[in-house]
């Protein structure tokens, strides 16, 4: 192990899964870093949903406030109809085939996102303009913008209302959109040089888990799985790890800190040093960054 990543082990708690406006979460990806240091953690990853737009500048406050950061990414992808993330640490953001996948999601979300709103303004007074402004200049617009307008109109009392009731699937508004099967996602995270972990992969109605799909995605070259998460019942977590143990995953946990988007709270769950030190090992796309 270098001196740097001996460093960054050193720096205190670790949180691997955290979001800024650039995607769905509510902070800049500078004030993100800053919130992280006040929270108390040593070291956070920032992972927005199909986009590096925040790297540079979440760089910046790491460097500035003294907190180690782990670029990353959490990807999009699908088992039939249900949606599995898969988080992707260190890439190299310039791999064609990352660029381009970001590129394939980032028109198909606002694509769908618009036909969204078209269903749901017949009935509701929302608006295209409306959505615009509850998201960063240049962020994708998606679902969680669709929401936070719904709550600004009071249409619905939080994002959670939002996603139970007119944004479900179930909703009479959705739309299917095509995102890339898990095993796909995971062949784009190494083929960047990155290291791929299943997102929050016992959470109500994780395909994952349900179709016992976590041996296929081992086979197919998955690093790990996020066992500590608000979403993982205690039972699904012991499950886990008992999968985790026989397929030889790495094993991390997280806060999926959103800002004010969500109640999750920074460093509410974290990873420990080891399963860190195996992802800065096996990673080859993108240095961490580590405050002198």
Not at 92 to 107: L, Q, T
Not at 213 to 227: I, K, N, S, W, Y
């Amino acid at each position: 192990m270098d001196e740097a990543s001996r460093r960054l082990l050193g720096l205190g708690p670790i949180d691997l899964h955290a979001h800024s406006r650039e995607s769905d979460g509510t902070e800049s990806p500078g004030d993100l870093v800053r919130a992280a240091a006040a929270a108390g953690l040593g070291v956070v990853a920032l992972t927005d949903h199909d986009t590096v737009a925040g790297w540079d500048e979440a760089s910046a406050a790491a460097l500035e406030v003294g907190v180690g950061l782990i670029p990353g990414v959490e990807f999009s992808s699908q088992i039939g109809e249900a949606s599995v993330h898969v988080l992707g640490y260190l890439l190299d953001p310039d791999s064609a085939a990352f660029r381009g996948e970001r590129e394939r999601i980032r028109v198909e979300r606002v694509e769908r996102a618009e036909r969204m709103v078209r269903a749901i303004g017949r009935d509701y007074p929302l608006t295209w303009r409306h959505v615009e402004e509850h998201a960063a200049p240049g962020a994708t617009i998606g679902r969680p913008h669709i929401a936070d307008a719904l709550v600004t109109l009071g249409i619905v009392a939080d994002r959670s209302s939002a996603f139970d009731g007119i944004l479900h699937w179930r909703g009479g508004y959705y739309q299917p959109h095509r995102a890339p099967a898990p095993e796909e996602a995971i062949a784009i995270i190494a083929d960047a040089g990155g290291v791929s972990v299943l997102a929050h992969p016992g959470s109500r109605g994780s395909a994952v888990m349900r179709l016992g799909r976590l041996p296929d995605l081992a086979a197919a070259g998955l690093d790990g799985v996020e066992v500590a998460h608000r979403d993982n019942p205690p039972a699904a977590r012991r499950q886990l790890l008992a999968d985790a143990e026989r397929l030889g995953l790495l094993v991390t946990g997280s806060s999926d800190y959103h800002g004010a988007g969500k109640p999750n709270r920074l460093g509410e769950h974290t990873t420990e040093p080891e399963a860190l030190a195996e992802i800065l090992r096996r990673a080859t796309g993108h240095p961490p960054v580590v405050p002198s």
